[in-house]
């Protein structure tokens, strides 16, 4: 997720535009609040509930993830040996692509070319690293279907396989069409990365790559397993593709823990 700080131009991936933890008005469904069952359900699948708010029929949690009320209950009863309260870095869900190996299918259906390309561009960064999951960018038939959005309060949004497939949709709002191609790039890996199960990288100290104070996206340990060899958090990945903040300008292809990460879950 990619989020605007307090001080420049960090943004969430789909969280809050312009003061910190504030939500601009311009859905109207972001002006419900949530009821405690809400509340209750969104902590029980290791998410916090802060920030969080409804949105198409779904929830937006940590920022540019969209979960319905079956996904999350789905995510809180699912019991994996390795599930880890979030004291390390880098994770995935309960929840992954199955059938290896596999292709999936990515289709853009809007008309914004900085958009068409960082997808290209993110579908290559993939498929060089020889996974067990592979990209295959088509017109018809896909699994993912990427498309734009206006008068959202996100960058972009994305979702957690369900059923071994991955997130069917990725939306992207178009006043962020413009930023550096590079970026742009990154953000759809990441998105993309969602889609096939992977958490943030800072998922217990989003500090450190949002700044300001210490932020834990849940204490609860349901829902993120710690994918092992990745390092502990006294060795900060500034640089992992899965980190919840970034500014237009970086750049953030694949760095060494986000390959074992790669490879260990596919």
């Known amino acids: 997720m990619i ?8 943004a969430m991936f789909a969280a809050m535009l312009m003061f910190g933890c504030k939500k601009e008005n311009t859905d109207t469904a972001q002006s419900d609040s949530l009821t405690d069952s809400e509340v209750k359900m969104i902590k029980a699948a290791g998410f916090d509930p802060e920030g969080a ?4 029929g779904k929830f937006l949690v940590e920022g540019d993830i969209l979960l319905s009320s079956d996904e999350l209950r789905e995510i809180s009863t699912n019991t994996d040996p390795g599930i880890n309260v979030a ?7 309960t929840n992954l ?7 999936i299918k990515v289709r853009y259906t809007g008309g914004y070319s900085s958009i068409s390309t960082a997808l290209t561009n993110a579908i290559a960064r993939y498929n060089a690293k020889n996974l067990r999951v592979k990209f295959l960018r088509v017109t ?3 699994h993912i279907n990427i498309t734009t959005v206006s008068n959202v309060s996100y960058i972009a949004s994305a979702g957690f396989p369900s059923g071994g497939n991955p997130y069917n949709s990725v939306k992207f709002n178009t006043a962020y069409t413009g930023w550096n191609a590079n970026t742009l790039t990154t953000v759809i890996a990441h998105e993309l990365g969602h889609c096939i199960g992977f958490r943030h990288t800072d998922y217990a100290h989003r500090e450190y ?7 834990s996206e849940g204490a609860g340990s ?3 397993v710690f994918i092992p060899g990745t390092p502990n958090l006294n060795t900060k990945d500034a640089g992992s593709w899965m980190n919840a903040c970034i500014s237009n300008g970086v750049n953030r292809p694949f760095c060494g823990h986000d390959m074992i990460a790669l490879d260990y879950v596919y």
């Open 3 to 10: 989020k605007k700080s307090k001080i420049a131009i960090v």
């Open 53 to 56: 708010y409804k949105l198409e």
């Open 87 to 93: 004291n390390d870095e880098h994770y995935r869900t």
């Open 97 to 103: 692509v199955t059938a290896l190996p596999r292709t």
């Open 140 to 142: 018809t038939g896909q």
């Open 209 to 215: 790559s949002c700044g300001g104070s210490h932020v």
């Open 222 to 224: 349901i829902g993120a």
